[in-house]
């Protein structure tokens, strides 16, 4: 199978990377002779390191380098099965490589977008055919996190949606299916693990050592919030909370910060930028966080009941599954427990009566409970059975 990727950056060639370890021809395609050529460099140092570690035989990562044709020449893709655009995140950009792949593809090639935040809707309506474009979501980074999404738009044809799930489940990913709104599943769910941490941050509820702590130690979660969005990035992090927030008509639920804001204005990026919430300059000493029993498990469930209000809100809007929302925040942000069978162990009542104080003492519409969790509650139902 011959399949393409447009955009060589730290998305497209991870997934180039992948298509080529799975014996796919890949043609890999970028603008800049540069992004071109760090992708090659990249690639042939990581799959040298595998063959180290025992991961690849001998010779089996130049086999790989070898199937890949990296160019900066859009015309090699003629003849793919499959193309996946990962290139800037900008709807005009996008449209446009979308119209000249329809030009070079032929009838039936799947034409995918790995887009964080446009809607798979809006790209395919640059095509003449538009029922076999489809969202492939991919996240960072590719190789390493199991998780795909798979969002078909309002267009896409149901075979398109079935055949690029089996192509991707050939490559060794859980693919989960997503509806077509903003964020899909992860990026929609995940936001009150950051948003929220903040907020009791902003409070003087804790400092983010300790917020870091709690939900490490206590929740289980391999990184704590401010660890991960220093991680991450605030700008992109701060970005996705921006896009999402507007992309949901303002939404109070998903209102981006001052504090983060004000980092990303200070220059102040995270670890990128040596500093973020934390300070990683030489000779920097992490903040000691305060070891409370009590405050951190208030706080981990402050945080935790917001994602289950949005996971069963998620459920509740038909944006996935119970199965995939679950899968999804395990297998591409690596939570400890799906968020919906937490729910479960919590107790549903329990959920609900918390989003209820929260909305009482606060006054504010993002903390209102998801109708689901409601009803649930009242029927005395379970997520699983
Ligand atoms: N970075 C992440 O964590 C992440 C995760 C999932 C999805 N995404 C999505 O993946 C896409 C790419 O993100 P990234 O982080 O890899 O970006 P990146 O900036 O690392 O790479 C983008 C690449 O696209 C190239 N490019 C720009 N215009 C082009 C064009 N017209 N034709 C061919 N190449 C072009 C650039 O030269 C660059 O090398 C975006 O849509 C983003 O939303 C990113």
Redesign the pocket.
Known sequence: MKTSI?????????IAQIAAQNGNQVVL????Q???D??KAGHEKILARLVEKGKLKEGENLEIVNRITYT?D?SQVVGSSMVI??????LD??K??FTQLEELCDQDTILA??????SIASIGSALKKPDRIIGI????P?PLMPLVEIIPAVQTDKEVAVKAREIIDSWGKVTVIAKDTPGFIVNRVARPFYGEAVRIYEEGFADPATIDWAMTELGGFRMGPFTLMDF?GHD?NYAVSSSVFEAFYYDPRYRPNFTQKRLVEAGWLGRKTGRGFYDYGEGAKPPEPVKDQNLGEDIVWRILVMLINEAADALYLNIASREDIDLAMTKGVNYPKGLLQWADEKGIQHCVDTMDRLQREYGEDRYRCSPLLRKMAREGQTFYP
Do not use: C, R, W
């Open positions: 447009i955009g060589s950056g730290s998305m497209g060639s991870g395609v970028d603008t800049s540069q992004a071109v760090k992708a900066t859009m655009e990962a290139i800037i995140e900008n950009i996008k446009k490589v977008s790995n887009t964080s935040s446009l979501h991919f996240f960072n590719a991450i992109v």
